[in-house]
């Protein structure tokens, strides 16, 4: 499964961003989906996740409220909508595949990753 993820940018605090993963090979198992992100000097951490059917999902206590996760297999795409951010959301976001929706928050957990999509929230 390759991951592509896309959509960062520079936004003002208060701004929404809206981010999506793009997959392509072997999308024909749907995996669970997540996001996480990475900001300089620090540990990635875990954002959001989807099941494969949509009916499960996760969030960071951070980002709760102000962040959507969305998916649609039939166009192999998983978005988050970003509202309200913040100047602690600067961070590279990227997206990555399981195959079950288990162990979420556990970057470790997730078999494939995407490149990374830089999103700068200027306060």
């Known amino acids: 499964v390759q991951l592509q993820a896309s959509g960062g940018g520079l936004v003002q605090a208060g701004g929404s961003l809206r981010l999506s993963c793009s997959a392509s090979?072997?999308?024909?198992?749907?995996?669970?989906m997540g996001w996480f992100r990475q900001a300089p000097g620090k540990e990635r951490e875990f954002v959001a996740a989807?099941?494969?059917?949509?009916?499960?999902?996760s969030y960071a206590d951070s980002v709760k409220g102000r962040f959507t996760i969305s998916r649609d297999n039939a166009k192999n795409t998983v978005c988050l909508q970003m509202n309200s951010l913040t100047f602690e959301d600067t961070a590279v976001y990227y997206c990555a595949a399981k195959e079950t929706f288990i162990r979420v928050t556990t970057a470790m957990a997730y078999s494939y990753w995407g490149q990374g999509t830089q999103v700068t929230v200027s306060s």
């Open positions: 989807i099941s494969r059917s949509s009916i499960s999902t």
């Open positions: 090979g072997r999308t024909d198992s749907n995996y669970a």
